[in-house]
């Protein structure tokens, strides 16, 4: 399972919960909190309450608004590159 996002496969299109506004990926939660942060996923909003559900099938991403400046995690769905 990989994240298309993460492997420039896909774009995501993040929409604000805030305001409705496309919002921009800011990559992967882990990438911005690292190892050693005082922070957790859930410090910041989500975007989708099914994300913790989901974990094993979804990477979860940090996005931004532009117009209301609103940061909130979202869920990108993995996809499986195993053959059939």
């Not at 805030?18 to 910041?44: F, K």
């Not at 996005?63 to 609103?70: G, M």
Request: aromatic share 8%; net charge negative.
């Amino acid at each position: 399972m990989i994240c298309p996002a993460c492997n420039a496969l896909g774009s995501p299109n993040p929409t604000c919960p805030a305001c409705g506004s496309a919002a921009s990926d800011e990559g992967r939660t882990e990438d911005w909190n690292g190892p050693y942060s005082p922070y957790s996923p859930a410090d910041i909003p989500l975007a989708s309450s099914t994300f913790r559900q989901d974990a094993a099938e979804a990477c979860l991403h940090i996005a931004c608004c532009p117009q209301c400046a609103a940061t909130f995690t979202y869920p990108v769905s993995l996809w499986s590159m195993e053959k059939d």
